[in-house]
């Protein structure tokens, strides 16, 4: 390991990884077997994080991540919409349509930030903190995308979240710890994928490099 990071920093951010990854939980000698840490170092490492509430114990004494973590990722959200904001507002001049971006939440997927465009006449409105399930419109299927490693550039969906709407979501890639789409909605048969495909793909690519 480098001398210029610290392990025992390193070790802890490990710790809620894992158990992150691990929705059942960990009793504290599995979680130091998957570690491959000696069990006394962990559980010093869990009783730091406990003390923060980034890690609690179920009522079988299993190891989750704790609601602690819940404060990190509200305090992410803002900077998220900052970056993203820009590009969005850019796609949705461009193409006329609604445009969002999507992170997943659990198995839900949420949207972060919306922009309208300025110069039509009618499009959709897409509301902040809107869920929806992964397995439904573009924006979800997109993330999934990321899950997978599927090297699909785009998904197009039809009427999955409402009726006679399309959506286009390309998958935010190359963001480590973000599962996230960028995409755009709207009520126009006309739209041709070809064309707004690849645009909010560069979109997507372009938030992508903002956060690197």
Known sequence: MPAEISQTLDRGLRVLDVLASTPDGLTMTEL????EVNRTIVHRLVATLEARGMVRRDAHGRLRVGLGVLRLGA???PVLRELAVPVLRDLAEAVGCTAHLTVADGDEALALAVVEPSW?????????????????????KAIILV?????????L???????????????VRGVPGLEASVGIVTVDPGVDAATIGPLVERAAAELAERMA
């Open 32 to 35: 130091a077997a998957r570690m």
């Open 75 to 77: 305090a992410v959200q």
């Open 120 to 140: 039509t006449d009618f499009h959709v409105s897409y509301r902040v903190g809107s869920r929806h399930p992964l397995t439904q419109g573009a924006a979800g």
């Open 147 to 155: 899950r997978s490693a599927d090297p699909a550039p785009y998904v």
């Open 157 to 171: 969906t039809i009427g999955e979240l409402q009726s006679g709407a399309r959506g286009l979501a390309a998958p």
